[in-house]
């Protein structure tokens, strides 16, 4: 458990709090890259408990400002995407993708005002169909050599939800590898030719057994939890019989994202982002080692859950998070239908919206959400202190981490220790673009 102070610490993120200035030392996903497409690119965003507008012009330039004008405070999400930049509707102030003012057109011709006034601006890239914002002091960090940010377009797709309850949470159950024992339980098995783009409903690597029979039979992992140099690596193991062990390793990426097998072929990398103290968004990017990912198809079955603009879940609070007693008793633990990310929502949302980490009581299967704590204490005192945390180093020891390494698989028990590097060394060397090792 944390004390009710330190549990406030990791849960704070204003721009005034400790956890708000270490976040502001990392890149954000701000919008999926797909919420600026269309004929009006301009989109409401609401990041790290800031009120900010992202929009693109008409060179294809991407911006991100503060929302109110700094002329008498105007909403400039309802502006207009014109002549260069984002125009106020109120007066016609219009500024630029880099917060500069070109234009007071209401003022008389000779004046000079539009080069005093500014709004507030953050550094933005376009990164597997994610816009990332930079909201910290000086110079951006780079981003690493991750499989999602070097794999082509062709072979990526990002989606986003909308949790309501804080970041941490969110996180954590993400670097608990025994819940999906439980929690993601399928008393059925699906056929591989209809897993396309699921979690959990693929067969593990090297075998023709699904995962989902995997973790309905066996649910006691053993993990064991190893820092890295982007995070923590993690990995858990299912002894299936003398010959015979599950092996799955999962990754936290920090300082809030996870890299998780999606399938034989896929990854998913997830970042846990704070909309404010108590609302979350997860921005995922799917990467596939093999062909290109069905775009159409991926965005299509999500949507069938997953509403517009807000990207919130059909399945919710408000409903019960679609709550079946008869899928309880013959499909799923939850009674709540296929979807994993419903799932994790409803637990993570029944925690209150911020949880109170004084009344936990942590077991052995938490062992990486107890590492991450650590490793997130001290990231924020390194912040307090003026020092870099982790992966906000020199930019050639940034730019050189790769991977990161993600399996679900089963070997000869005997060759457990080097089976994920074997696993993930063949995918690569069989994969169709050109991966880093």
Same mark, same amino acid.
């Given at each position: ?172 159950? %993400? ?115 093999? %062909? ?66 004084? *009344? ?76 880093? *090792?």
């Amino acid at each position: 458990m944390l004390s009710a102070d330190r549990n406030q610490l990791v849960t704070r993120t204003g721009p005034v709090t400790a956890c708000g200035r270490f976040m502001r030392c990392y890149w954000q996903p701000a919008a999926l890259i797909v919420e600026l497409d269309g004929p009006r690119p301009v989109k409401a965003v609401h990041l790290l408990g800031e009120h900010l507008v992202a929009f693109r012009d008409h060179a294809g330039r991407f911006g991100l400002v503060e929302r109110a004008c700094p002329h008498r405070g105007a909403d400039l999400a309802y502006g207009r995407c014109e002549d260069g930049g984002l125009r106020c509707t109120f007066h016609g102030w219009l500024f630029d993708v880099t917060g500069r003012c070109i234009e007071t057109p209401a003022e008389p011709e000779d004046s000079t005002l539009h080069l005093k006034v500014r709004v507030r601006s953050y550094p933005v890239v376009a990164r597997g169909g994610i816009l990332w914002a930079y909201m910290g002091e000086g110079d951006p960090p780079p981003f690493p050599a991750f499989d999602c940010f070097q794999a082509p377009e062709t072979h990526t797709f990002a989606f986003k939800g909308l949790w309501e309850c804080n970041w941490l949470q969110a996180l954590e159950v %993400g670097i608990d590898p025994a819940h999906a024992s439980f929690l993601h339980r399928f008393f059925e098995d699906e056929d591989r030719a209809a897993a396309y783009g699921k979690q959990f409903r693929d067969a593990s690597l090297d075998s023709d057994t699904p995962m989902t029979q995997l973790l309905r039979e066996k649910a006691r992992p053993i993990i064991g939890v190893e820092p890295t140099d982007y995070g923590i690596r993690i990995t858990s193991t299912r002894k299936l019989d003398e010959q015979r062990t599950h092996v799955r390793v999962t990754n936290q990426v920090f300082p809030h994202g996870i890299t998780i097998p999606l399938s034989q072929e896929m990854t998913i990398t997830q970042w846990h982002v704070p909309v404010d103290d108590e609302t979350c968004y997860w921005y995922t990017i799917f990467t596939s080692f093999t %062909g290109p990912v069905d775009k159409e198809r991926m965005r299509a079955d999500r949507l069938k859950i997953y509403e517009l603009p807000e990207y919130r879940s059909k399945k919710n609070r408000s409903n019960d998070y679609g709550f079946d007693a008869h899928d309880q008793a013959t499909r799923t633990y939850t009674g709540m239908g296929e979807d994993i990310n419903v799932h994790d929502q409803w637990a993570v949302e029944g925690q209150g919206r911020i949880h109170d980490r004084t *009344r936990e009581t942590l077991g052995t299967t938490d062992r990486a959400i107890g590492a991450y704590r650590r490793l997130l204490f001290r990231a924020i005192e390194q912040v307090e202190k003026d020092e870099a945390p982790l992966l906000c180093g020199g930019a050639s020891d940034v730019e050189q981490i790769t991977g990161p390494v993600t399996v679900d698989g089963i070997c000869e028990t005997a060759k457990v220790e080097g089976y994920a590097a074997e696993a993930d060394a063949r995918r690569r060397a069989s994969s169709g673009w050109k991966v880093r *090792r």
